[in-house]
């Protein structure tokens, strides 16, 4: 039976029934605290290991064979940009830029029509077709849409066995033609294009060269000298490993020195984003644990072993040292060769110190980053994470890192799974979120089923209290009528 909230018993049963289902949903309300916290934890460890995969990439780059053995090209003029490749070879060379690359262009200046796309009034061809000769000497005849130029380029640009391509171009006031550019630069292009010669069957007169094709050409020495020529501004091999692009030519009394050496420079930097990287994590990790103040909420993973010891192991690396790179054997400190760690615990990394060892002696600065030895099981020549022993301090970060992150493989048992621990913890929290959003959905269920029985309970004491007011009237009706 249905009632109206309170009409009885003069409160709100609504309310009463809400105030109670507070009380049953305590527990319900615990576990959605506890989730809460739980996501902050995940978002948490998810942060520290993204900064850790940034230290894994920075420190594969610091450490890696191809970052040492980059070369950086320079050139004293803007007349030649040169670029090296990893392993070229280290060297100058002098040389004059005598001429730029030019492409073979011929022009139909002895005719014209008055119209690109008059095929009646001026056509191009005095027929329906006309002749062409292809890459490989042989003759084909196009037939164009019309007679009109436009008509002809289409033609000429739909045949892709030509060496050349075609443009309806004005050579004066009511006056076009037809230019015909080569498809590729150099004398060998020009060439075959003077070899194929120009199409015949059109009524435009005979063509002229407008443009010589011609190679680049670089002239090497004074007394003897000899020339290197492209058929692009693009030399490859003038020194090995280093490409040339001439970008103008030079005057007889002018000149370009290009000089090839190691590349220090971008060996700093990337020295510099393995410091970079390091810190934003310790930076991140410090964030996360941080210990609660007055004025400083406490982070999510504070008080969390794993994370404490992630800090130590990185700033690990640097304590240790490089084995056996100092005097006699000992460990050397990484100082030497510009990386340490302030008084607030984060790494600095100067340049300039760097600069002077890798100077001095490149191959021993290159070791305090990128030596490590091998273990007996693992494939040697191959570093291999936390299994082999690092001994740079890139090998060192690289390893600390990826144990932490996405794991490293055991070439021992290559079948074993490959879990970091922040994967590990990860994984961990986000099965208890899900066992935690269960037992919340059981409790909707519980709630749902306590609210309908609060609901019927309240609703038939209204109704009882109804019987005995209406029982109460009839009685007191009755007593009145007695009297």
């Known amino acids: 039976m249905a009632s109206i909230d309170g009409l009885i018993t003069g409160m709100s049963t609504t309310d009463t029934i809400n105030q109670l289902m507070k009380v049953e949903a305590a527990p319900q309300t615990a576990l959605k605290a506890k989730i809460t916290t739980a996501n902050k934890v995940v978002s948490a460890y998810q ?25 950086k090209a320079t050139s004293n003029s803007t007349a030649a940009v040169v670029s090296a490749q990893s392993g070229a070879a280290a060297g100058s060379m002098s040389f004059r830029v005598e001429k730029l690359a030019a492409t073979h262009v011929m022009t139909f200046a002895a005719g014209s029509v008055t119209s690109a796309t008059d095929a009646t009034g001026s056509p191009a061809i005095a027929g329906s077709t006309f002749d ?70 059109l009524s435009l007169g005979a063509a002229s060269i407008t443009v010589q094709g011609g190679d680049a050409e670089l002239k090497v020495g004074t007394t003897n000298p ?71 909420a406490a982070g999510p993973l504070v008080g969390d072993s794993a994370i404490r010891k992630l800090s130590q192991d990185l700033l690990g690396t640097i304590s240790s040292g490089a084995a056996g790179l ?55 020549g191959k ?15 690289e390893a600390v890192s990826l144990v932490a992150s996405e ?22 929290n986000t099965s208890s979120i899900k066992l935690l959003n269960d037992q919340v959905s059981e409790w909707d269920i519980r709630l749902d089923l306590r609210k309908s029985a609060l609901e019927k309970q309240f609703s038939g004491l ?19 009528g007695l009297a």
């Open 47 to 71: 942060s520290v290991n993204s900064r850790l995969s940034s230290i894994a990439s920075a420190a594969k780059a610091a450490g890696s064979a191809d970052t040492w053995g980059a070369m």
């Open 407 to 428: 794991g490293v493989i055991d070439p021992t048992d290559p079948t074993k799974a490959k879990l970091g621990t922040m994967q590990a913890l990860i994984q961990r």
């Open 132 to 201: 062409v000769t292809l890459n490989d000497g042989t003759t084909k005849q196009l037939t164009p849409s019309d007679k009109s130029l436009q008509a002809v380029v289409a033609a000429i640009n739909g045949e892709q066995n030509v060496p050349y391509k075609a443009a309806a171009v004005q050579i004066g006031p009511g006056k076009y033609t037809l230019q015909l550019t080569a498809k590729e630069s150099g004398q060998t292009a020009a060439d075959k294009f003077d070899t194929a010669g120009v199409p015949t069957g």
């Open 226 to 296: 000899y020339s290197i020529t492209s058929a692009t501004n693009t030399f490859t091999g003038v020194m090995p490993g280093v490409t040339v692009t001439a970008t103008k030519a030079q005057a007889v009394d002018e000149s370009v020195t290009v000089n090839v050496g190691a590349d220090a420079d971008g060996i700093a930097a990337k020295i510099q984003a393995l410091v970079d990287n390091t810190n934003t994590a310790l930076s991140e990790i410090a964030s996360q644990s941080k210990i609660k103040t007055s004025e400083v």
């Open 383 to 397: 570093f291999e994470p936390g299994f082999d022993v690092a001994v740079g301090l890139g090998r060192k970060l």
């Open 462 to 480: 209204e109704v009882a209290l109804g019987k005995m007011q209406q029982q109460s009237t009839w009685l007191a009706g009755q007593l009145a």
């Open 326 to 380: 100092g005097k006699n054997g000992v460990t050397a400190s990484y100082s030497e060769v510009g990386v340490s760690v302030d008084r607030s615990g984060k790494l600095t990394f100067d340049k300039a110190k760097f600069m002077d060892a890798y100077n001095a002696d490149p191959a021993r600065t290159q070791k305090f980053f990128d030596s490590y030895t091998d273990k007996p099981g693992g494939v040697a």
